[in-house]
C-alpha cells in the first residue's frame, strides 16, 4: 500500500495480558517511530528504529514495553503485564530517512483498549 | 524535559474567519518545527514544516506559519478559514543534537471547530 499501515486497527485485552502491535511502514523509508496518544493529548514518543536498530529508545515508559523491527521494515510494539493505564492509540510513522527535517508519515493507530 | 505548548485547546470560528493557533516550545537549541492536522476519522497528516531558511512558512490548504527564534513560537495562521478545516492541530518540534534523535515533541492539541 502507499501508506503506513498497522494492525490490529483495535485490540481489547484484559489486565496482565500480553500483547503486539504491528507496523507497516511505507517501502523504502529507513526511519520508523512509535508513538502513544492518550485521551485529550497529542502523541507522545516512544521509540525510533533507523533500520533494524533502535536508535532512540528514551520514550518507552517502563520494561513491560519493547518493540522489534528484525529486518528493517515492519516493526513489532510489545508490551508485557498490560495494565489499565496502557489504554491509548498507538501510533507509527515512518519517514525516508534519519534527520529531523524529514517529514513523518503516521498510520491510523492501534487503540488498545485493557479492562 | 523538552516541551510544546498549545495555548487554545478549543476553539469555535465561523467561516470566512482568521484564524491563529499559538505554538511555543521550550529553549533547547536548534530545532525543527511541525504542524499536523487529523481530520475526523483520519490520521495525522502534515500541514507545513520549518527546517531552515525563511521563518515564514506555507503550507498545504492555504495554511501558514511563522518562526520567531526569539519569543520561541511558531504560530499557524490562515486568513479564511472553510467549514473543512474543522479538525485537531497539533504542534510538534524535535530538537537537533549530534545523535540526531529525531522523535518529535508533540502539543495537547488544538480542537477547531469551523460553524457554517
Known amino acids: 500500500g502507499a501508506g503506513v499501515s498497522q494492525t490490529p486497527s483495535n485490540k481489547v485485552t484484559e489486565k496482565g495480558k500480553y500483547v503486539e502491535l504491528r507496523c507497516d511502514p511505507i517501502s523504502g523509508h529507513t526511519a520508523l517511530y512509535w508513538y502513544r496518544q492518550s485521551l485529550g493529548q497529542g502523541p507522545e514518543f516512544l521509540i525510533y528504529f533507523q533500520g533494524t536498530g533502535a536508535a532512540d529508545d528514551s520514550g518507552l515508559p517502563n520494561d513491560r514495553f519493547f518493540a522489534v523491527r528484525p529486518e528493517g521494515s515492519v516493526s513489532t510494539l510489545k508490551i508485557q503485564r498490560t495494565e489499565r493505564g496502557d489504554s491509548a492509540v498507538y501510533l507509527c510513522?515512518?519517514?525516508?530517512?534519519?534527520?529531523?527535517?524529514?517529514?513523518?508519515?503516521f498510520g491510523p493507530g492501534t487503540r488498545l483498549t485493557v479492562l | 524535559a523538552q516541551s510544546v505548548s498549545q495555548h487554545n485547546h478549543h476553539v469555535i470560528l465561523s467561516e470566512a474567519a482568521s484564524l491563529e493557533l499559538g505554538c511555543n516550545y521550550s529553549?533547547?537549541?536548534?530545532?525543527?518545527l511541525f504542524w499536523y492536522v487529523q481530520y475526523p476519522g483520519q490520521h495525522l497528516q502534515l500541514l507545513l514544516k520549518y527546517f531552515s531558511g525563511d521563518p515564514l512558512v506555507k503550507g498545504i490548504k492555504g495554511f501558514e506559519a511563522e518562526f520567531i527564534k526569539s519569543k520561541f513560537s511558531f504560530n499557524l495562521r490562515k486568513p479564511s478559514v472553510q467549514w473543512s478545516d474543522t479538525a485537531e492541530y497539533f504542534c510538534a518540534v524535535s530538537w537537533r543534537s549530534g545523535g540526531g534523535a529525531d522523535g518529535l515533541t508533540f502539543g495537547k492539541g488544538t480542537h477547531l471547530i469551523i460553524q457554517p
Open positions: 510513522a515512518s519517514s525516508v530517512d534519519r534527520g529531523g527535517g524529514n517529514e513523518q508519515f
Open positions: 529553549y533547547g537549541g536548534t530545532v525543527n
